[in-house]
Each structure stands twice: as structure tokens, then as C-alpha cells.
């Protein structure tokens, strides 16, 4: 490593002369530095370690276990071109680190941590991944460093497409990488390169990331509590296994044959009769429904009663969509995964994509459960999901995927020792992940470890109208899926740091909504689950202050 030339900073007098990779903690105090001393005010006023381009460069020579650095180059402000990707735009310069972990001979983890060289804020923040994973996330590091964190992202093992899977094909430690052992390991290495870089390790680290992110989050929770300070895991897949069984389930059902395939153009109507059902019953009518559970849907309202028409469902068609309503089941009637929730079927990222698609065998979710039992469990590219059992294939996949992939155990007693702090959010319009399954396993915590001890360091926000992480008819806005912006009333990254730094629990986060210009036309408390938004009865229904939350 060649010579630091770290600019002033009274701090680095107090650094320790150590820093830690994934083989261990190693001396450098035999590594010259330079170190220009300011006057202790001055070093206050400064804030941040600022340091000059050869010592991004030098580390490239940094020693990781199992890693070799590819790249230490210092990247300018204005835009970079990632490798394989879009165009993101730089804020900050920023040092950019890549890298390769080969934990296992078949095993190529490749990742990237982004330094911002000025106004780093001392905290790092771990980037987690969509779908099958496979690709490093350029958009999210440039929003974190841009607020200032150190940030680190890798593709799992493997270059594809989120919802192609043929890389699992026969290749076990791929599997692993992609289930826990990549976002791990790109954790270690990432904290090893910023103590390097900054001589200081962070004082907090934080994830924030939603669907397989928000399994990724509850993984490193389980698995690796040390890793990180503050998890947020929205609409966690952390049910891998019966998430994509029950994915298996609904095409079969949906697809066993042109009469029972519900056509995206019936979606209106469906979410039409579920609205005049349960839109109201918040006191307010505004094309959402606040708290699905206690909705009362009679779907028979919508069987066609003379000639078929977009308007109405005929009896095949009624039967799958009570059936998608309901979630599959085992012969003997045990729930396998909770069925979706009535409310956003036919807004832009609801039924059609997800479920429906544009036409049989379009859907996301056909995509994903196909692939998921094609090349993980069953090792076989010819797999025909009209084969698919419940009661048998899903036992398979428990089998031989659960210990890999699921992310479900309870008990979060060493996160909570660590001093851990978890936030779990899931949209209840959500045609991806149905949301009670969030909902069940936030349940299953406070079960196990007591609802005092669960209150000390988790909550549950169940977001009305939010379709899967963004979008959707109701208040999507609050800081989701990134770095913290700065605001724990509106952003829920920053509720989190005030949690975690501060102490004060995050009850309830103010959502908002924006017009067409951009412009916020609507904000809307989200509660701490159970507690739900009521309308007081006076004042603007497009205004947060006019609600207050409470016990439904």
C-alpha cells in the first residue's frame, strides 16, 4: 500500500492501526502515513475524511480472503458508465472498488463499494437485490454515496437477468452464494476496504432493500446479526419455498385451460367491485382500502348472470380468483402461503404483471416459479408446471431449499443482543409477495420472543394502496429501498438511524403521494402494525394531520 495523504482530520491521531477482512484482523502499523494534523476545531468544522486519488488507487493491493480487487480508480462527478449497465449520475467523486470472491471453486462473487472521497457520514449502507439477483445495483450506490454513506453491492455469483435462474442449473454453490453467502461476505470485505480507506471503520451500518433484498435483510439478520446495526426488509420473500410454491399452485390454476384464465381485461372490473366492497369502510372513500384483512368481498357479485364481457367473470374464472384470494393449500387444507389482497388489480405493477400478465404464460410470477423448480429444485429445464403437486413438489423443495434460501426463523435474539434494529414494511396491495405473509412472520417474532422484548427493537409498517415496494393508488412515498434522505417523519431510512442513534422507535411514517408535475397531493400516516389509519371526521381527507392511528 503506498504512502496515505489524508487531508486535515484530528481523528485519525485516535484510529486504531488495524483493519479487518474476511480471513481476520491485520496489523498496518508498518504501513507509512502521512498525516497532516489541524487544530481540533478545525478538524470539527471539516467533518469528513477527505483523501487524494493515490490512496484509492492503493488499494488495490489490499489482501481479502478468497478476493481479488479488480479495479481502485478515483471516478469524477458528473456521470459514470457502470460495466454491462445504464449511465448513473455522480454527485460526489467517489472511489470505486471492484472485486471478486471465490469462496468456493464454483463460486465468482463480483461487487463493487463505492467511497465518496468528501462528506462521507461515517455510516456504510449494504445494497441488496430483485429477483434472482445478478446484477450490482450502479443506481442505488450513486443515490448512497450521494448522501453521503460508503456502499457496497454484488451480484450474488452470477451475471443474468432477475427473473432467469438457468446460472442454478446444476451448480449448488451458486445456490448458496445467491441465498446468504455473497451478501455476507460483500459486507465483511466492504467494512475491511472503508477502515483502509478512511482509517476509520463505520460507526453504523445499515441495509434497506425490498422483495429478495428484503429476504436478503432478514437473512443477514438470522444468519449474520453482527453485520449490520439497522435492517430494513420490505416485502421480504423470505418464504422462498412456499412463495414460489404457491406461485406454481396459482398457474396451475390460472392455466389449466382457456376457460379458467382470468384476461387483464377483466381486472377493472374485479378491482372495481372490490372497491365499492371495502373502499369506505376507513370512513374515507379514495380508491383505497386501508386494512384488507377485515374487507368483505362477495365475489359472486361479479359472475357474468347473461352473455360473458369484460365486466363479469364466468364460473371457471370466479373459482380461480377466489382461489388467488385464498393462497394454496395442501390437500388436507393446510395454508401453504397467504393468497393476495383485494384492492389494486388493475393499477399500473398490479395483477397484470405479476400474475395474469398480458397473456397465459407471461406473468412475472410464472416466470419465477418456473425457473425456481426448472433449476434449483428439480435440476430439470424440460420442468412443466402442469406436473406441479403441492403436496409433493413443495415438500421437495423444503428439502433441498429451505436451509438455503428461506430467511423465517423467529427468533432474532442475537440481532436484538447486537443491538439490532428491524423494520419490516410490505404494501397490501402487493401482487408480487402476498403482504400477510409479512404480517405472519412479524407475528411469529413477537410469539417467540415476547412482545416486550419484539417491542424494543421491531416494527411492522403494512403500507395501504402500495403495490410491490413503489407505486400503487395510495401515499407510496417514504424512503423505501435507499439511503436515508435525512427526515424521520417522511423517510423511513431515517427513521431508522434516529431508532438506532437515538433511541426513538419509529410509530408511524408520513407517506405522500405526488401528482403528475411532482407535485404531493396527499400524505397519510403509516402505523406501526396493528394500529391503522382513521379519518377524524373533519378537515382534508389529502391530509396526514386529519388522521390518527389506531386499533381497527
Not at 416459479?369 to 409433493?392: A, Y
Request: contains cysteine.
Amino acid at each position: 500500500m503506498r504512502d496515505s495523504k489524508i487531508k486535515p482530520n484530528f481523528l485519525n491521531r485516535l484510529f486504531s492501526r488495524t483493519y479487518f477482512s474476511a480471513g481476520g484482523w491485520h496489523n498496518i502499523g508498518n504501513m507509512r502515513k502521512k498525516v497532516l494534523i489541524a487544530p481540533l476545531a478545525f478538524a470539527i468544522c471539516l467533518g469528513a475524511v477527505q483523501i487524494q486519488g493515490e490512496d484509492c488507487a492503493s488499494l488495490a493491493g489490499m489482501k481479502l480472503q478468497d478476493t481479488t480487487i479488480t479495479a481502485a480508480q478515483v471516478i469524477p462527478a458528473g456521470e459514470f458508465n457502470p460495466p454491462d449497465s445504464k449511465p448513473v449520475p455522480v454527485r460526489t467523486p467517489f472511489c470505486r472498488v471492484a472485486g471478486i470472491t471465490t469462496p468456493a471453486s464454483d463460486s465468482q462473487i463480483e461487487f463493487e463499494v463505492w467511497l465518496p472521497m468528501t462528506g462521507w457520514n461515517a455510516k456504510f449502507q449494504g445494497i441488496g437485490n430483485g429477483g434472482f439477483a445478478g446484477k450490482i445495483g450502479y443506481a442505488e450506490l450513486s443515490y448512497a454515496i450521494a448522501h453521503g454513506y460508503a456502499a457496497a453491492s454484488t451480484n450474488t455469483g452470477h451475471s443474468a437477468n432477475d427473473t432467469d435462474a438457468s446460472w442454478a442449473l446444476n451448480h449448488p454453490e451458486k445456490i448458496i452464494d445467491f441465498g446468504y453467502r455473497a451478501i455476507h461476505l460483500t459486507n465483511l470485505n466492504a467494512k475491511a476496504i472503508i477502515k483502509t480507506f478512511y482509517n476509520s471503520a463505520p460507526k453504523r451500518a445499515y441495509f434497506n432493500s425490498c422483495s429478495n433484498g428484503g429476504r436478503q435483510g432478514l437473512m443477514e439478520a438470522q444468519r449474520y446479526p453482527d453485520d449490520y446495526d439497522g435492517i430494513i426488509a420490505g416485502a421480504p420473500a423470505n418464504y422462498w419455498t412456499h412463495l414460489l410454491s404457491n406461485a406454481a399452485w396459482d398457474n396451475a390454476a390460472l392455466l389449466k385451460d382457456s376457460s379458467t384464465y382470468i384476461p387483464a381485461t377483466k381486472l377493472p372490473a374485479i378491482e372495481n367491485a372490490a372497491l365499492a366492497a371495502c373502499d369506505a369502510q376507513d370512513g374515507v372513500k379514495d380508491g383505497v382500502i386501508e386494512d384488507p384483512p377485515h374487507c368483505r368481498f362477495d365475489t359472486a357479485v361479479l359472475l357474468c348472470r347473461g352473455p360473458e364481457t369484460d365486466a363479469c367473470l364466468t364460473q371457471p374464472q370466479l373459482d380461480v380468483l377466489n382461489k388467488l384470494y385464498a393462497g394454496a393449500r395442501t390437500a388436507s387444507g393446510e395454508q401453504v402461503f397467504p393468497g393476495y389482497s383485494p384492492g389494486g388489480e388493475a393499477e399500473p405493477g398490479g395483477w397484470e404483471p405479476w400474475i395474469t400478465g398480458p397473456g397465459p404464460e407471461k406473468s412475472l410470477m410464472y416466470a419465477f416459479s418456473t425457473q425456481f423448480f426448472k433449476n434449483m429444485v428439480f435440476n430439470d429445464p424440460q420442468w412443466n408446471f402442469h406436473t406441479f403437486n403441492v403436496d409433493r413438489d413443495m415438500k421437495i423443495a423444503d428439502q433441498k431449499m429451505a436451509k438455503i434460501l428461506n430467511a423465517n426463523n423467529p427468533d432474532l435474539s442475537r440481532f436484538k443482543a447486537h443491538g439490532g434494529k428491524l423494520i419490516l414494511f410490505h404494501g397490501w396491495n402487493d401482487a408480487a409477495i402476498a403482504p400477510m405473509t409479512t404480517v405472519n412472520y412479524y407475528q411469529q417474532v413477537v410469539a417467540k420472543m415476547g412482545s416486550a422484548q419484539a417491542n424494543e427493537f421491531i416494527r411492522l409498517l403494512m403500507v395501504p394502496g402500495l403495490q410491490h415496494c413503489s407505486g400503487g393508488a395510495g401515499p407510496d412515498r417514504f424512503g423505501q429501498n435507499q439511503a436515508a434522505s435525512g427526515d424521520p417523519q417522511h423517510d423511513i431510512g431515517a427513521a431508522l438511524e434516529r431508532w438506532v442513534e437515538g433511541g426513538a422507535a419509529p410509530d408511524q411514517i408520513i407517506a405522500r403521494k405526488a401528482g403528475p408535475g411532482g407535485q404531493v397531493i396527499r400524505t397519510r400516516p403509516i402505523c406501526a402494525y396493528p394500529a391503522v389509519a382513521q379519518y377524524k371526521g373533519s378537515g382534508s381527507t389529502d391530509s396526514a394531520e386529519n388522521f390518527r392511528c389506531s386499533l381497527p
